[in-house]
Every structure is written in structure tokens, then in C-alpha cells.
């Protein structure tokens, strides 16, 4: 089955940096990948997903890169603010025809003012 | 738009007792939802699929007489903990489908105690 790795497991960064979470899934096949924000005591969030026939998608402050040959996508998050902070889990789906995603670990991503 | 809503938000039974979880969709028709259980500082583990009308599907090592599930409409989903202990505590969320297969939208969460 799939199996999708997500680094790091804990991201800390200073308001208005960068952030950069990354997966590895191993499954060829799979072709959906969306990315969920989880605040603390809530269920998760979709804040933007990708096919695999898109390299780049991009959502204001939000954007996600998938390299199919490699196996990897990424989510960047540009000038973080203090509410960025929350669990990011990645997901991939679609390998072997299925439709229930495997999820990443989750980062936890701090921003601090 | 897909909005899924959760009831009840938290939830605390005496073990041995039964406690029931809705979920719903409130803007769109879900042909499918699922039902997770998320431990503290951990990922999402699925227990079980279901598509309304049908039996739920269960993932390996859920008890299926223990977690019951239930999809009887398009937009309503309840799991049902039966004689719940509290290693039954834990965060559990369902989330759903549109029917455009690939996207889920999820649920607040319920948060169970079991004392």
C-alpha cells in the first residue's frame, strides 16, 4: 500500500519567515494531493491540493510543488503570521484506484510574533 | 461550501455505556463518509468507510460490534461506541465525500472521555 512520509515534525519560525513541509509518498499511482490544516481540538482543513497533472498550484500565501518523477511534494507557506500556527498533515491518493488517502504525520508548524 | 458538522463536540460516559456521534453534511450530498480516530499528537487513523444505504467497510482491527456505524441519508453518518471503556477515549472525526471522489471535508471533531 501507500506509505507517505512528512518532514519535519516540528517547524518553528519567526513572523513573515518562510515555511517549507515536505512528502515522499511511494505509490506511482497516486494523483491527488491535498494538504489539511488541523488547529488544536479541531478537525482538519483542506487549505489546497494538487493533481498529479500540475507541477505548481498557488493560493495567495499558500503553495504547493509536486515532482512526480521524484515522489515528492512540498507546501510553502510565504510570510507566516502567528495564526499559521497548527498541525499540517500532507495526504496521497489514488494509487491502486482508491480514493481513501494516506496521510503524512502531521507538522506542527510555531510561528512566533 | 462542504461544510460537515460534528455532534456532539465533546462528549464524557461512564464506561460501560453506549454514546452515539452524528455527522453531517449540511450544504452538499455525501455518497460517502468516513470515520477516523486521532490520538494525541498523532495522524489520523481511518476505522471505517461508509456509503449510504450499505454496510460500512471496515479497516483491519476495528471491531465492527464495538464501533457501529450507520449512513442511513446522503447527509447523516453516526458511530455508535458500544460498551465503551476508557481506552475508547480519543478524537474522532468523520469526514465526507461530494462524490467528486478525491475530496474529503472533515468534520470539527468529537472529543469522548470515557470514565
Known amino acids: 500500500g501507500e506509505n507517505v512520509e512528512q518532514h519535519p515534525s516540528t517547524l518553528s519560525v519567526q513572523e513573515g519567515d518562510s515555511a517549507v513541509i515536505k512528502c515522499t509518498y511511494s505509490?506511482?499511482?497516486?494523483?491527488?494531493f491535498p494538504w489539511y490544516k488541523q488547529e488544536l481540538g479541531k478537525g482538519p482543513q483542506l487549505i489546497i491540493d494538487?493533481?498529479?497533472?500540475?507541477g505548481e498550484k498557488k493560493d495567495q500565501r499558500i503553495a504547493v510543488t509536486l515532482n512526480k518523477t521524484a515522489k515528492h511534494f512540498s507546501l510553502h507557506i510565504t510570510e507566516t503570521q502567528p495564526e499559521d500556527s497548527a498541525v499540517y498533515f500532507c495526504?496521497?491518493?489514488?494509487?491502486?484506484?482508491?480514493?481513501?488517502?494516506?496521510f503524512g504525520r502531521g507538522t506542527s508548524l510555531i510561528v512566533h510574533p | 461550501g462542504a461544510v460537515v458538522s460534528q455532534h456532539p463536540s465533546r462528549v464524557i460516559c461512564k464506561s460501560g455505556t453506549s454514546v452515539k456521534i452524528e455527522c453531517r453534511s449540511l450544504?452538499?450530498?455525501?455518497?460517502?463518509m468516513f470515520w477516523y480516530r486521532q490520538f494525541p499528537k498523532k495522524s489520523l487513523m481511518l476505522m471505517a468507510t461508509?456509503?449510504?444505504?450499505?454496510?460500512?467497510?471496515?479497516e483491519q482491527g476495528v471491531e465492527k460490534d464495538k464501533f457501529l456505524i450507520n449512513h442511513a441519508s446522503l447527509t447523516l453518518s453516526t458511530l455508535t461506541v458500544t460498551s465503551a471503556h476508557p481506552e475508547d477515549s480519543s478524537f474522532y472525526i468523520c469526514?465526507?465525500?461530494?462524490?467528486?471522489?478525491?475530496?474529503?471535508?472533515f468534520g470539527p471533531g468529537t472529543r469522548l472521555t470515557v470514565t
Open positions: 505509490d506511482s499511482a497516486s494523483n491527488y
Open positions: 494538487i493533481r498529479s497533472n500540475v
Open positions: 469526514s465526507a465525500s461530494t462524490g467528486r471522489v478525491y475530496e474529503q471535508y
Open positions: 450544504d452538499f450530498q455525501a455518497t460517502t
Open positions: 495526504a496521497a491518493t489514488g494509487g491502486g484506484g482508491s480514493y481513501i488517502p494516506t
Open positions: 461508509s456509503n449510504e444505504g450499505s454496510k460500512a467497510t471496515y
